[in-house]
């Protein structure tokens, strides 16, 4: 039953998830960090309206960014450094449901209606919870430096290390359930019904072989 439900899930998101780390990569290679100070008006001592405005960017920039908490977080100590406001990264790191897995998962629950109706609930939210972050941490005077941040900047971002050992064991375990679910039922490669996942699979498969492509050149 794990198995099965561990197939499922991936099945679900695979597509998403794929796109969004070719997605993210092409924009950390390509995209000048000059176009986020741009894109985050204000600075870092912004007014109250221009702080709005970042804190309702970042989810923009974490939907079009997204490869979950892992990636955004680095990325968003990168926008730290380069004078982004405080609420406009709480608000970026806290986007990750309102992206477009998660979108699409409740649209596949629940209905688009009611998806986009959770969308702008969490939205409101998050804004509204940058902001007082922002304010409560300025109040108390523990807005982080950008010298603070610089170990996140600075990290390596491949060691043998136990988050390495952890991975090869989440490895080995995702071999065993992908081969106890061929052992009981089979594969299937049926494309996802419905537009939005069929139109998915080809950037998808396309995303696969830029990544694998990536892995053979070489940095």
């Given at each position: 039953?794990?198995?099965?439900?561990?197939?499922?899930?991936?099945?679900?998101?695979?597509?998403?998830?794929?796109?969004?780390?070719?997605?993210?990569?092409?924009?950390?290679?390509?995209?000048?960090?000059?176009?986020?100070?741009?894109?985050?008006?204000?600075?870092?001592?912004?007014?109250?309206?221009?702080?709005?405005?970042?804190?309702?960017?970042?989810?923009?920039?974490?939907?079009?960014?997204?490869?979950?908490?892992?990636?955004?977080?680095?990325?968003?100590?990168?926008?730290?450094?380069?004078?982004?406001?405080?609420?406009?990264?709480?608000?970026?790191?806290?986007?990750?449901?309102?992206?477009?897995?998660?979108?699409?998962?409740?649209?596949?629950?629940?209905?688009?209606?009611?998806?986009?109706?959770?969308?702008?609930?969490?939205?409101?939210v998050l804004v509204t919870t940058a902001m007082?972050?922002?304010?409560?941490?300025?109040?108390?005077?523990?807005?982080?430096?950008?010298?603070?941040?610089?170990?996140?900047?600075?990290?390596?971002?491949?060691?043998?290390?136990?988050?390495?050992?952890?991975?090869?064991?989440?490895?080995?375990?995702?071999?065993?359930?992908?081969?106890?679910?061929?052992?009981?039922?089979?594969?299937?490669?049926?494309?996802?019904?419905?537009?939005?996942?069929?139109?998915?699979?080809?950037?998808?498969?396309?995303?696969?072989?830029?990544?694998?492509?990536?892995?053979?050149?070489?940095?």
């Amino acid at each position: 039953m794990v198995a099965q439900r561990y197939v499922m899930e991936w099945q679900m998101v695979w597509k998403d998830v794929t796109v969004g780390f070719a997605v993210a990569g092409i924009i950390a290679a390509f995209v000048p960090q000059e176009f986020f100070g741009w894109l985050f008006i204000g600075g870092e001592d912004p007014g109250f309206l221009e702080l709005l405005a970042q804190a309702l960017v970042g989810p923009v920039a974490a939907f079009f960014t997204f490869i979950g908490s892992m990636g955004n977080i680095p990325l968003a100590a990168v926008l730290y450094g380069d004078r982004v406001a405080f609420a406009g990264i709480m608000a970026f790191i806290f986007s990750d449901l309102v992206v477009l897995p998660v979108l699409r998962i409740n649209a596949r629950y629940y209905g688009w209606k009611m998806a986009f109706y959770i969308l702008g609930v969490f939205l409101f939210v998050l804004v509204t919870t940058a902001m007082i972050l922002h304010y409560g941490f300025a109040l108390f005077g523990l807005l982080p430096t950008a010298d603070q941040i610089r170990e996140v900047v600075d990290r390596a971002f491949f060691a043998l290390d136990d988050t390495f050992w952890m991975n090869l064991g989440f490895v080995a375990m995702s071999v065993a359930f992908l081969g106890w679910k061929f052992a009981r039922s089979g594969w299937s490669f049926a494309v996802e019904a419905g537009a939005l996942g069929r139109s998915l699979f080809v950037p998808a498969m396309a995303s696969c072989l830029w990544l694998a492509a990536g892995f053979v050149i070489g940095p």
